[in-house]
RNA sequence: GCGAGAGUGGCGGAACUGGUAGACGCACUGGACUUAGGAUCCAGCCCACGAGAGUGGAUGGGGGUUCAACUCCCCCCUCUCGCACCA
């Protein structure tokens, strides 16, 4: 071969060749086939925002090898790919740019589709899907309009952050140190309809059904629970002095209401206004409420340094004790959570401590700790750990846990309470007052209320020609064409809702609408759904662990009672990929540290940089991009291109393995097919992409060494099989050159459609093997056996060895240990 | 503060149910081939002592169980992530 011209890896123009070779043939068409098992794998599909960064490709490179593995395995594999399409940023470059958001997201949607192709990524592109178009949110309109026939959805009133002058609702992050980050005026706590998804419906099945998810990690199910945030408690109501209203409280200590010296009310309570009524300060307290509300706008989600509060001038009784209670606001007290307002018990809980301190308000110890006494002029914190109960009537001597029983049943004795379960997670609001999304189908009737679009007028489609607006205000609202309807019911004239989606809506049902994306009849078939469905694989990032997947798992439960599924979880198995960095930092555009996959591709090739990423790092781990790392990924496929080249001639026709093979055959042989066993090995146990590359890199040295020049080569047909081998097993991650040099041994068939290589059990089996001599656990020497050499001979040769000799010269045998095929271990002193 | 995860060579990382710690790759060092190479090939590469054979030490720290511990148990330290005034 020495004077043959060596041929040369050219990644662009072998991957050029098969990416198109794949697109001519419909290569990754999935089609429902009741005869093989499905195997549906997911990757959270992006939002166009230009173009790919190493995070996406990250994404899709596992999800790639997932697909494509599972397609050699036998698996019929659907693997589809679309865009998040709607969202914020299309906007703000919009107003920035002039460029319209449809033409925008499109433009980027282009260029996107393009990279991906060019990483070679097994799609089935005919299911592809674009959220922002009204074939697709027809669907989510219909279910949303199904949604609130069943009582799923409502409107209520929320707390929004709306700028004054661009007269618009912010997002959290457009708020910048309580000012719009647009026209930099002051933000304002406004209170404005909005639409509500029902998800408290729910709650407790979405709970209990993560304890059923063995296939998640555990650190996204703890989560998922610690945001559903379920507590065990009691409310009880505490009349106001000198009226008939109550003010209801929600404890997880009820065993501490006889300690309670004053009660915390939210700022934003509904109650304030009637309990300052006559008050001489309230002038005081108003303005305490709209401080308290502009911090909390200024400092965004998070507590406050300092606690603070104001005497309302009101009292309320407590019931248990008939004590009058003063009535404060605090600024630590959340209307979202429990009833907004709580019984405060200084002595056992820091928050009331800390306020009590600051306002001097009485300290009363109600729970004794095992062996101590409490006295609250020493408490330099609050106790609130469990005890037994004191000062506290009839219930004195009492174990703390006992007592919240007794006290919850005394209170629903004399109805003045009851327990109660209250979560952290509240209903889902879902309105925006953004131009780009899905529109809300209602109609506001003067007489009949907020009323669903008709079904056959679907969809309330988005209108194009809108323009932004460089104030910020939606352009729905002032789109006349738009706003103005009849109403459904009674056929007066009435206006349309003028919000559209929270873009969460889109991504939570896609996975179902690319089992059928093109039907045109409903959000998808049925039929379909339930072959495909539910999603065996979905990869992605851990930032949607909480939101993304408690909505979509939310809506599948949904459309499972609206008659659509027949599952309760979308995703069987999720594998939530780490970062990927350069040095050492999360890559991001402002702190310039990124690295364009672009340029990487036209550097090394698409299957060089997805060996990398599938290398450098176990898939949940974060991944640091290191150049001379990629370097290393190249060189390898350089070099068995090389190889291959080299050898071709000779084994492309070599004949199939013999059955009787001789030594030197023999060996490499057998280190095929181990190596076959352990990639599928690192495959099954949770996808170790890397130590199974790392095993085929051990075949394919073993492979150089034995065609080495000091050795006599193993036969053609051995190094054949080795070659075919190491091509298949790695074609999942570098398919096209898999696809090149699988060819060019004079396959006709596409690799993608070749299976995985069989195992030849007997020919993996060993006829020697190592096994260690250790003397007190030390490694003391080592000798060769036949497998299955039985336990006295093995101690027989252990005695017998010079290294165990030398050490347990002098020395008395106690015992010896014998592990079969791995070690002796002689004891001895 | 609460919850979860992780600490192994110069680096990324291996080590399945306790059984040769450091696979594989990178970096580095030496050599070969070369007009040259940052190409390629071969070899070495945890630390200490030693010319070498070898001996001892080593998986964040400390203790324990065991013939045997990266792996199991207890205590402590550090880092990362998530939630964070949740009553």
Redesign the pocket.
């Given at each position: 071969m020495s004077n043959t011209k060596e041929k040369k890896y050219t990644p662009a123009a072998i991957e050029d060749k098969w990416q198109r070779y794949w697109r001519e043939h419909g290569g990754f068409i999935a089609t429902p086939d009741p005869d093989r098992p499905k195997y549906y794998a997911l990757e959270m599909f992006p939002y166009p925002s230009g173009r790919l960064h190493m995070g996406h490709v990250r994404n899709y490179t596992i999800g790639d090898v997932v697909a494509r593995y599972k397609r050699m395995r036998g698996f019929n594999v659907i693997h589809p790919m679309g865009w998040d399409a709607f969202g914020l940023p299309a906007e703000n470059a919009a107003i920035k740019t002039g460029n319209h958001p449809a033409h925008w997201t499109y433009d980027n949607i282009a260029y996107m589709r393009g990279q991906l192709r060019q990483l070679g990524f097994s799609y089935d592109w005919q299911r592809e899907i674009t959220t922002c178009r009204p074939e697709y949110y027809r669907w989510e309109q219909l279910i949303f309009l199904e949604m609130l026939k069943k009582g799923l959805v409502y409107r209520k009133k929320t707390s929004v952050n709306w700028c004054e002058t661009c007269h618009t609702v912010l997002a959290r992050e457009q708020v910048e140190d309580g000012c719009c980050w647009r026209c930099d005026s002051e933000v304002i706590d406004r209170e404005m309809n909005g639409w509500f998804f029902r998800i408290s419906n729910y709650t407790e099945e979405l709970l209990d059904g993560l304890d059923h998810l063995d296939g998640w990690?555990?650190?996204v199910r703890?989560?998922q629970?610690?945001?559903i945030?379920k507590?065990h408690?009691a409310e009880i109501e505490f009349p106001l002095k000198n009226s008939r209203e109550t003010i209801k409280?929600?404890?997880?200590?009820p065993d501490t209401v006889f300690g309670v010296s004053f009660m915390?009310l939210?700022p934003e309570h509904p109650m304030v206004t009637e309990l300052i009524k006559g008050y001489k300060n309230a002038a005081a307290v108003w303005e305490f409420i709209d401080r308290v509300k502009r911090e909390k706008i200024a400092r965004g989600?998070?507590?406050?340094?300092?606690?603070?509060g104001i005497f309302t001038g009101a009292y309320c009784i407590n019931p248990f004790t008939g004590d009058e209670v003063p009535i404060f606001l605090?600024?630590?007290?959340?209307?979202?959570?429990?009833?907004?307002?709580?019984?405060?018990?200084p002595a056992h809980?820091?928050?009331?401590f800390?306020f009590a301190k600051k306002y001097d308000l009485p300290i009363r110890v109600v729970i004794t700790p095992a062996g101590e006494t409490l006295a609250p002029e020493t408490m330099t914190e609050a106790f609130t750990g469990a005890g037994t109960l004191c000062n506290s009537g009839k219930f004195d001597g009492s174990d703390s846990d006992e007592a919240k029983a007794a006290i919850t049943a005394m209170a629903e004795k004399n109805s003045f309470g009851r327990a109660r379960v209250?979560?952290?997670l509240n209903d889902w609001g879902i309105s925006r007052q953004r131009y780009w999304g899905t529109p809300i189908p209602i109609i506001h009737c003067p007489d009949c209320g907020p009323v669903g679009v008709r079904e056959e007028d679907l969809p309330v489609a988005l209108p194009e020609e809108a323009i932004l607006l460089e104030d910020g205000h939606s352009p729905l609202a002032g789109l006349d064409l738009f706003v103005n309807a009849t109403c459904p019911e009674c056929g007066k004239a009435a206006r349309r809702d003028t919000d559209t989606m929270d873009t969460f809506v889109e991504s939570s049902w896609y996975y179902a609408r690319y089992c059928s994306p093109r039907n045109e009849t409903s959000p998808f078939d049925k039929k379909e759904a339930a072959y495909w469905l539910p999603v065996d694989q979905y990869i992605g990032g851990?930032?949607h662990?909480?939101l993304h997947l408690l909505y979509a798992r939310f809506f599948t439960r949904v459309l499972r009672d609206l008659g659509y599924l027949d599952i309760d979880e979308p995703f069987k198995n999720l594998l939530t990929q780490?970062m990927v960095t350069l040095d050492g930092a999360k890559m991001s555009k402002s702190k310039g540290n990124v690295v364009d996959p672009d340029e990487m591709i036209k550097r090394y090739g698409a299957d060089t940089v997805r060996m990398f990423i599938l290398?450098?790092?176990?898939p949940d781990?974060?991944?640091?991009w290191?150049s001379?790392?990629v370097?290393?990924?190249?060189?390898?496929i350089?070099?068995f291109f090389?190889?291959f080249h080299q050898h071709l001639a000779v084994i492309k026709d070599a004949a199939a393995i013999p059955k009787e093979l001789e030594r030197q055959n023999l060996a490499l042989h057998r280190i095929t097919h181990q190596t076959i066993v352990k990639v599928e090995?690192?495959m099954e146990?949770g996808f170790?992409f890397?130590?199974a590359?790392?095993?085929v890199?051990?075949l394919?040295?073993a492979l150089?060494?034995a065609c080495?020049e000091d050795t006599p080569p193993p036969a053609p047909e051995v190094i054949r099989e080795a070659v075919r081998t190491i091509i298949l097993l790695l074609s999942p991650m570098i398919p096209h050159i898999a696809e090149e040099l699988w060819q060019e041994m004079g396959e006709t068939d596409s690799i993608s459609r070749a299976g995985w290589p069989k195992i030849d059990a007997d020919a993996t089996k060993e006829d020697e093997?190592?096994v260690?001599l250790?003397v007190?656990?030390?490694?003391?020497g080592?000798v060769k056996v036949r497998p299955d050499t039985d336990n006295d001979e093995l101690e027989a040769m252990a005695r017998a060895d010079a290294?165990i000799q030398?050490?347990t010269a002098g020395k008395t045998i106690r015992?010896v240990?014998v592990?079969k095929n791995?070690?002796v271990?002689v004891?001895a002193n």
């Open positions: 990690p555990e650190k703890t989560m629970k610690n945001w945030g507590s408690g409280i929600f404890t997880t200590r915390s939210a989600p998070g507590a406050a340094e300092e606690k603070e605090a600024n630590f007290v959340l209307m979202e959570y429990g009833t907004g307002a709580v019984m405060a018990v809980d820091q928050r009331d800390e209250t979560y952290r851990v930032e662990a909480i780490g290398f450098a790092a176990p781990r974060d991944l640091e290191v001379s790392g370097d290393g990924c190249y060189r390898f350089a070099r090389r190889f090995a690192e146990r170790h890397n130590t590359i790392s095993k890199m051990e394919a040295n150089y060494a080495g093997i190592t260690v250790q007190n656990g030390k490694l003391r080592k290294g030398k050490f015992r240990i592990v791995r070690l271990n004891v």
